[in-house]
């Protein structure tokens, strides 16, 4: 079982970070569209159904089956590394945090950032993946 709920939560892992690497990318874009138009409704139809279909439920299955692979494979109190991914996962759950708190802007036509700071953020999902991976194939402590 512990195999199967591992390729579930890489599976999971995968649908996550797609869809936090593609959500600034459309906010990006969406800066550039006129509020009330039709692109920028289009933008908000995306981003609202990347967000619920795919990203949230796929965070729910990574933290669920994460917290089951770190308990049936005893990897509290004997790994360290664990601890390190632990807080990385945190942050990139924080960051999940704030784009869905975007997505809500964007569609109240309420976004106050610029098109040059959704490019910035776009690349904090990808540092904290590559800690995270790094922590779990290496685990150097």
């Known amino acids: ?17 797609a869809g936090m690497l593609y959500l600034p990318r459309l906010f990006v874009y969406h800066c550039e569209a006129e509020p009330g138009s039709k692109q920028s ?11 619920k279909a795919i990203i949230n439920p796929a ?5 669920l089956a994460g ?5 049936a494979g005893h990897w509290l109190f004997v790994s360290w590394w664990i601890y390190g991914k632990l807080v990385l996962v945190l942050t990139l759950s924080g960051v999940h945090g704030f784009f869905s708190r975007w997505v809500k802007d964007f569609a109240a036509d309420r976004n106050q950032r ?19 991976v790094i922590l779990v194939v290496v685990k150097p402590f």
């Open 1 to 17: 079982m512990y195999e199967w709920i591992k390729a579930l939560h890489v599976i999971a892992v995968i649908s996550w970070m």
């Open 41 to 51: 409704e289009t933008f908000k139809v995306m981003e609202r159904r990347l967000l």
């Open 59 to 63: 965070m729910i299955v990574t933290w």
């Open 67 to 71: 917290l089951y692979l770190v308990w």
């Open 114 to 132: 610029s098109q040059k700071f959704y490019r910035a953020i776009n690349e904090v999902p990808t540092v904290l993946m590559i800690g995270i």
